[in-house]
């Protein structure tokens, strides 16, 4: 495994800044971590308990109904899989 010190640091921090700008930076930054943090949380979920609930919660849904996102709170189709807005699963 590399090991990534403050040069490397400085580097990749300089090329994120010619790639996005310093206007855009913030925001890019929120969203890796946003997207990380819900990497964290799904591998720390068990999957067979959480294959069932969505099946679960997948049937009770009727057609026409709205479904909530978690993570931002915004409503989804009941046929969706993810949010149209976060891209979280529902």
Partial sequence: MPNIGGP???LILAVVLIVFGAGKL?????????????????AQ???PAQAT?????????????TVYCR??????????KFCTNCGQAL
């Avoid at 913030?26 to 799904?42: A, C, I, N, T, Y």
């Avoid at 609930?53 to 109904?65: D, E, H, I, Q």
């Avoid at 993570?71 to 969706?80: E, H, K, L, Q």
């Fill in 71 to 80: 993570n931002c709170g915004r409503p989804n189709g009941a046929d969706s």
């Fill in 53 to 65: 609930a969505g099946s679960a919660s997948a049937a009770s849904a009727a057609p026409g109904t």
């Fill in 26 to 42: 913030p925001d890019v930054l929120g969203q890796l971590g946003k997207g990380v943090r819900s990497f964290r949380d799904e």
């Fill in 45 to 47: 979920n068990e999957k």
């Fill in 8 to 10: 490397e640091l400085l």
